[in-house]
């Protein structure tokens, strides 16, 4: 008799399946970390919204959505950004070939990143008026990886 157990795990093993039939591995990482950056974006959007009044500023808010970001970019990036994943490589990539010239200098942005974003979410909750300086701080970091690495979007 099947268990529930066995056709449990012939399901998951068949959507594992199904999974690496739609995707390269190369594929799956470009998604990943594309998916990484939009909930980034969604983060940094939080506190833009805020500055700009079409949120109401909330300092827990704001504090949780710098913290995000700083969380976010201590994660371990290695396996995210597979070697031959370029924009080169992938037309859908726009990471440029350069992050594998200077792994240590484009790693070395997401600690940038982690420690502007901890800043922002120690000042963020004194008031709306600190949201600018952080936005600022937190921008500059993806900015300056993006100018770097990224190749223009279109
Ligand atoms: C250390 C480098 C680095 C940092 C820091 C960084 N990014 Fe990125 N980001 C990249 C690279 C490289 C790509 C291109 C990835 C690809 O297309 O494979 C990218 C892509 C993106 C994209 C486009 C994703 C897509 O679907 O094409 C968005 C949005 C984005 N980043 C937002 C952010 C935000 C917001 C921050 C800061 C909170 C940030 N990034 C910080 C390197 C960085």
Known sequence: MTSFKTLTMTAVLCAVAAAAVAQTPAEQAVNARKS??????????????????QMPYDAKAAQAAAGNIAKLATLDQAALWMKGTDHDADPKSHALPAIWQNEADFLGGFAKLASAAGTAE?????GAETLKAALGQIGGACGGCHKSYRAALN
């Open 122 to 126: 120690k000042s963020v909750g004194g």
């Open 36 to 53: 990484l950056m939009h909930v980034m974006a969604f983060n940094l959007g939080q506190l833009g919204a805020m500055a700009k009044g």
